[in-house]
């Protein structure tokens, strides 16, 4: 079992998605509609209200074999649905990653995310940031990847050690008030190793 990639909305700039690092996709809303038109890959799924996406994809998601329709009145979100679907077919925390243009509209949508990284530990990234769960008490490997700058978010008071960051930290303790010294951070070559009491999250992003 390799990985499975959700898929958010229409991809416009897609350079940074390796499918050969997936043997399972599913399709939001959107992101079904884009899902839809990549017939090359296998293990397709789709799940979401489908109440954005046009009249000639909508019939044709209809007839494929792995969607699930959500009802339009609800009290969840998509993605979130999408993460428990994923978990359903044996995907857990990094298996499961999240792809995403950066422009989601309202904000809102966007702190939600970073809600959803925290809550399921899922790897949520896009063309401008990746968004890491931490787990606690255990290095947790960060690549450098494409992105410049790295910030570590906190919930609560947490010791952080670093290793391969311009800026390190000997397992030092920081509670929420100090946690605003720890962004634009930036790892010196290609990656970077961090570890945490806390589950804490760590954002890479570009300008």
């Not at 100090?178 to 954002?203: F, H, M, Y």
């Amino acid at each position: 079992m390799k990985k499975c990639l959700i898929i958010l909305k229409n991809l416009q700039n897609e350079e940074r998605i390796n499918y050969q690092d997936y043997d399972c996709f599913i399709g939001v809303e959107l992101g079904a509609s884009f899902l839809l038109k990549k017939n090359n890959l296998k293990n397709r799924h789709y799940i979401s209200d489908f109440d954005s996406i046009n009249k000639n994809d909508f019939l044709k998601i209809k007839e494929e074999e792995n969607t699930i329709f959500l009802n339009k009145i609800r009290e969840f979100v998509d993605t979130e649905e999408a993460i428990k679907y994923a978990q359903s077919l044996g995907y857990f925390k990094d298996k499961i990653v999240i792809f995403l243009n950066e422009d989601l509209g309202r904000k809102d949508h966007l702190f939600n995310v970073f809600n959803l990284a925290r809550k399921y530990q899922v790897l949520i990234y896009g063309n401008k940031f990746k968004i890491t769960a931490v787990p606690e008490n255990e290095y947790k490997v960060i690549k450098k990847d494409f992105y410049k700058y790295l910030s570590i978010f906190l919930f609560e008071k947490t010791f952080i050690d670093t290793k391969g960051l311009k800026w390190n930290l000997s397992w030092k303790e920081f509670n929420l008030d100090e946690a605003t010294n720890l962004i634009s951070n930036e790892i010196i070559k290609n990656e970077c190793k961090i570890k945490t009491s806390k589950l804490s999250l760590v954002v890479q992003a570009n300008d």
